[in-house]
């Protein structure tokens, strides 16, 4: 009895250790997200209000005030990206009910995300695409704008300028799959399942070249799971990632 009794206490304290460490794991990644938070909203709402100023009090060329207008939009974009995914990743978090499942067509919107960052990236990336048309899955529409978003934001922001994104849509049997693929530094082994978990970015804060706050692959993996699809990342040839989001199609799982 003193032996079980001595065995559980060590398990007791083991498990106590541990979900401590874990505890102090989480509160870390938050500091350094709040951190990351308050600086990416204040930096391009500072940035816009200075192009915005010198448009307004300048003169200047066509090509001056075009190139003003390109840097205002993608700050803005980027702002509207970053505050989307904290209000989504809170309603998430709460499990508060998703919204109503309809029947939504996913190939407008992967062509809208995409030609739309291939518009504002247009001089830094080439951006090709195949996106079957009318691929419909019961879902809802600002999670799944969400994974797009996210995807496809991603493709583009991690590999160096001249890189190249591919975006495809297709069916496969019951399902529609979404797959984006970049030729950047990739993503190594031992962090292919780590980068869908809340707040985690790779690397070191102090060197981080990209913006960011880890919210969105938690977004896209949740989203997916509460539309019981999946995402997986894996290696792209000769060199890069490729994300693959799979989930049922609407007829699939209405019956
Ligand atoms: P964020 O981009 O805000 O850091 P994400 O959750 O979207 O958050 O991504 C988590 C991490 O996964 C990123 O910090 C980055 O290190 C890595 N990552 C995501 N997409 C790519 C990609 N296409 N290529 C290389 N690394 C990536």
Do not use: W
Not at 29 to 49: N, Y
């Amino acid at each position: 009895e003193g032996t079980v009794f001595l065995i559980l206490l060590f398990i007791g304290f083991r498990t106590s250790r541990r979900t401590g460490r874990r505890e102090r794991h989480l509160a870390g990644m938050q500091r350094t997200f709040l951190l990351a938070v308050t600086h990416e909203l204040k930096t391009p709402v500072a940035a816009v209000k200075l192009m915005l100023e010198t448009l307004n009090s300048r003169e200047m060329s066509d090509e001056q005030r075009r190139k003003l207008v390109a840097d205002a939009l993608k700050e803005t974009n980027r702002l509207e990206g970053l505050t989307g995914n904290i209000l989504l990743a809170t309603r998430l978090e709460q499990g508060q009910d998703q919204g109503e499942l309809t029947s939504t067509d996913l190939s407008p919107m992967l062509l809208g995300e995409t030609t739309r960052f291939a518009h504002l990236y247009q001089s830094q990336r080439t951006v090709t695409h195949s996106i079957q048309p009318e691929v419909v899955v019961s879902g809802e529409p600002e999670l799944l704008r969400a994974v797009c978003f996210t995807l496809v934001e991603n493709a583009i922001k991690y590999p160096p300028p001249g890189g190249h994104v591919g975006v495809a849509l297709h069916l496969e049997g019951e399902a529609a799959v979404i797959t984006v693929s970049d030729n950047g530094a990739g993503i190594p082994d031992e962090e292919k399942e780590r980068i869908f978990t809340k707040f985690y970015r790779s690397g070191n804060e102090q060197v981080r070249r990209h913006k960011g706050t880890g919210l969105g692959l938690y977004i896209v993996a949740s989203s997916l799971r509460l539309h019981h699809g999946r995402i997986e990342v894996s290696d792209n040839r000769p060199q890069g990632s490729t994300f693959t989001a799979r989930l049922p199609l609407h007829d699939a799982s209405s019956r």
